[in-house]
């Protein structure tokens, strides 16, 4: 029972279950058992060098203040130059806004275009911040799904056929956490020009793990021209140079709410620390071979613990196209996702996510990132192929 002086909307607030998953696994750890972790979604690499230097530059140089709110204009001006490179476009750097990581950009967005009577229509499964945003807002989630059988890419004529009067946002992700898929750019602009008879309407897109994708090239909405003045964009360099502790991200915000997402991120966090935004700086305008290093190790990764998954009876994996997470469909177990989750960490020692963390069509799923050393991949699918024994 919420104590009656609090919030109502805080009943809808959900949290991260990754988060617990880690706790419990290092409470493991301390209690001397040897844990797998694929369990959180974070590069296992530490942030290059050159941008941990200039993280350290910064402060011996004496950035210790407040930068601008919105962040460095230098910053801004370097993920526009880098997002106008990669994909055509890039809105002027007034509206571009540094945020501490990209999470916050969810939020945000849900308090700005969510509140009482508002629809917000979103993927199941989904990162699990959007529906607990949206919901807490006072807002409506309402699903889409990011199904197996359409190779875990979202369908544009099942979005468009959720609007309603009330719908003030939808969210898309692709690459899509927690399956790696990703949707064609056929099926995007499918969406896109579908919303054309929707102007009110704002699109949302989370784009994380653009980089991190191994068959197709990146793709952007902001290469479409036709969305550009409703249009929300989420990056950063969490994923992208594995910098997901330092805690700073991007969004790209429409010309009819940037002044709102900065009022929230005054009211709410001022500013990234300055050191953080030269090491991101650094990262955004440094050499991009890191990136592609990374990327061609996670791509190799993917196709291992696929191809590992595969051999075991009763599982059934499709290779992802992005991010770095499998999504093994586990229903020939026979056990509901949560159990496999508790018994897969407490009985085997591998840290692994039950799909309904993500939502109610998560259900007969698992979310096992492979963002872990080869070996780890390894002892973890033998560990979950005992499970698997064990109990066919
Ligand atoms: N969006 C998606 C789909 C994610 O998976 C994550 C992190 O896991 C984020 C956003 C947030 O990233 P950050 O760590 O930069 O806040």
């Not at 807002?137 to 609007?163: M, R, W």
């Not at 039950?354 to 991949?377: C, K, M, P, Q, V």
Request: net charge negative; hydrophobic share 40%; charged share 20%.
């Amino acid at each position: 029972m919420l104590n009656k002086m609090l919030n109502e909307n805080l009943l809808k607030l959900d949290t991260e279950t990754a988060f617990s998953v880690l706790t419990r696994a290092g409470e493991l750890e301390k209690a001397g058992f040897s844990i797998v972790n694929l369990g959180i979604g974070q590069p296992d690499f530490s942030t290059p060098a050159h941008i941990v230097e200039a993280g350290i530059k910064a402060l011996k140089d004496g950035a210790h203040g407040y930068t601008p709110s919105m962040g460095l204009v230098s910053l801004r001006e370097a993920v526009f130059k880098d997002l106008t490179e990669r994909y055509g476009y890039c809105p002027p750097i007034s509206q571009i806004q540094i945020t501490p990581g990209g999470k916050p950009d969810i939020f945000m967005a849900a308090m700005i275009y969510g509140g009482r009577k508002k629809e917000i229509i979103l993927p199941d499964p989904s990162f699990p911040i959007y529906t607990s945003s949206v919901a807490y807002s006072g807002a409506t989630p309402v699903t889409y799904g990011v199904n197996e059988e359409n190779g875990f890419a979202f369908n544009a004529d099942e979005i468009l056929s959720k609007i309603t009067s009330r719908t003030s946002m939808i969210m898309i992700n692709s690459p899509h956490n927690p399956t790696g898929g990703i949707t064609p750019a056929s099926e995007i602009s499918k969406l896109v020009d579908g919303l054309i008879s929707y102007p009110d309407i704002t699109l949302f897109s989370d784009e994380i793990y653009d980089r991190l994708v191994f068959e197709t090239p990146p793709h952007s909405l902001l290469s479409y021209p036709e969305i550009l003045d409703r249009l929300i964009v989420l990056n950063g360099w969490s994923k992208t140079y594995a910098m997901t502790g330092w805690r700073i991200g991007f969004g790209i915000w429409p010309k009819q709410s940037v002044e709102f997402a900065d009022k929230i991120g005054v009211n709410y966090h001022s500013c990234v620390n300055a050191a953080t935004q030269y090491a991101a700086l650094a990262a955004t305008s440094g050499d991009q071979g890191c990136v592609e290093n990374m990327r061609i190790i996670f791509k190799r990764r993917a196709k291992l613990i696929t191809e590992k998954l595969n051999n075991i009876t009763g599982i059934n994996c499709q290779l992802p196209g992005g991010a770095f997470y499998a999504f093994p469909n586990i229903t020939g177990l026979g056990l509901a996702s949560d159990d496999i989750q508790t018994i897969l960490l407490e009985d085997y020692g591998v840290a692994g996510l039950a799909g309904t963390a993500f939502g109610h069509n998560g259900e007969g799923y698992l979310r096992l990132s492979s963002a872990n050393s080869d070996d780890s991949i390894i002892k973890a699918c033998t560990m979950i192929e005992q499970l698997a024994n064990n109990h066919a």
